[in-house]
């Protein structure tokens, strides 16, 4: 009997032992003494014979086996068996024998043993689903993916919000004392090395990078957003002013609080905006107002206006940034409130 046993414990569901038994039968089983035969088996699981080659497939009775250390025990009935195999090796890939007869007769046995390994995770069952229809106006939450009953999910609206009639993205905002997207954590909105932008105490100065790339500002923010894949994107950027407006209805809170449940909690509800304060920019800006590099557009969502102001917080401490996502033809205009 040719049997295989692991040298070390192993990780096994359905068994507390892997015995692989080859029964060879030799010249004492065949009127023929020259002729040499073998019948291999694991666990009772008889191997499948081909010519020469034996596959002996545990898949389906247990769920874990190891394959990298067995020993072979091996009952010939006369015959040897070449390599030794009482030598620990990996089956792991197929293992070559050879059963010489005492007359001196050989065959070549080929075996090959199929297991799991143990932590091997079955692939999932692929899941198809269909997510709910995208409307032309208002909002819907953002397709996440299909569940394990195939059902349909999405992102929760303090994630990302969909607007239906621009077709862009919002990140979601949540609520005080929440981390990197809570309505406290207020921005600078340095986007420039060489535009005179920041504040230094005394004249106004070009930020630097560290400055831009700060979790304290716009940049630095989009950046952080990016790398948690947010709502399955890493794409997030700054929006610019016609597109935050888009979002602004008419009375107070001048946004939508059931899709945008955290963004208007106060009268300061100042989000930045991507666009400079420079030429050429919406007609309803009065043109008294001095233009520079270090103010720049944000929307107010308590109060529905537009406005510009210093992007350092030392004058502006209480703005804050909603990213956004794809891209749109719509550009939407708010009245101006002058504060700057």
């Known amino acids: 009997m040719f049997i295989l046993q692991s040298a070390r414990p192993l990780k096994l569901i359905t068994s507390l032992g892997l015995a692989v038994s080859i029964a060879l039968l030799g010249a004492c089983s065949s009127s023929d003494p020259t002729k040499v035969e073998a019948d291999f088996q694991i666990n009772s699981v008889k191997g499948t014979v081909s010519g020469q080659n034996v596959t002996i497939d545990l898949t389906a009775?247990?769920?874990?086996?190891?394959?990298?250390?067995?020993?072979?025990?091996?009952?010939?009935?006369?015959?040897?068996?070449?390599?030794?195999?009482?030598?620990?090796?990996?089956?792991s890939q197929p293992v070559k024998f050879t059963v010489t007869a005492p007359d001196g007769t050989q065959v070549v046995y080929t075996v090959t043993v199929k297991g799991n390994s143990c932590g091997y995770t079955p692939p999932p069952t692929p899941t198809s689903c269909t997510p709910a229809a995208i409307g032309t106006t208002g909002y819907s939450l953002v397709f996440?993916?299909?569940?394990?009953?195939?059902?349909?999910t999405y992102y929760d609206k303090t994630e990302c919000v969909r607007d239906n009639g621009t077709g862009l993205i919002w990140q979601g905002q949540t609520g005080p004392g929440t981390g990197l997207r809570g309505n406290d954590q207020f921005k600078s909105n340095f986007d420039s090395t060489s535009a005179l932008q920041k504040w230094d105490?005394?004249?106004?100065?070009a930020p630097t990078t560290e400055d831009i790339n700060a979790d304290t500002n716009s940049v630095g923010f989009k950046n952080a957003i990016n790398s948690t894949n947010l709502c399955g994107g890493n794409n997030w950027r700054m929006p610019t002013f016609g597109e935050l407006a888009c979002l602004v209805k008419g009375e107070k809170p001048a946004i939508d609080q059931e899709w945008f449940p955290y963004v208007a909690n106060s009268q300061v509800a100042a989000y930045w905006t991507s666009t400079p304060f420079t030429l050429p920019f919406n007609a309803f800006v009065p043109f008294d107002i001095e233009l520079t590099d270090h103010k720049a557009f944000y929307v107010n969502f308590y109060f529905g206006y537009g406005n510009i102001y210093y992007r350092d917080k030392t004058y502006s401490p209480n703005w804050l940034v909603m990213l956004?996502?794809?891209t749109s033809a719509?550009?939407?205009?708010?009245?101006?409130?002058?504060?700057?």
């Open 330 to 340: 719509t550009s939407c205009q708010i009245p101006y409130e002058s504060n700057g």
């Open 144 to 152: 996440k993916g299909c569940d394990a009953n195939n059902v349909a």
């Open 61 to 91: 009775k247990e769920a874990c086996t190891d394959l990298t250390n067995l020993v072979a025990d091996v009952e010939a009935y006369g015959a040897s068996v070449s390599p030794n195999p009482k030598v620990a090796r990996d089956y």
């Open 324 to 326: 956004v996502r794809g």
């Open 201 to 205: 105490g005394s004249n106004w100065v």
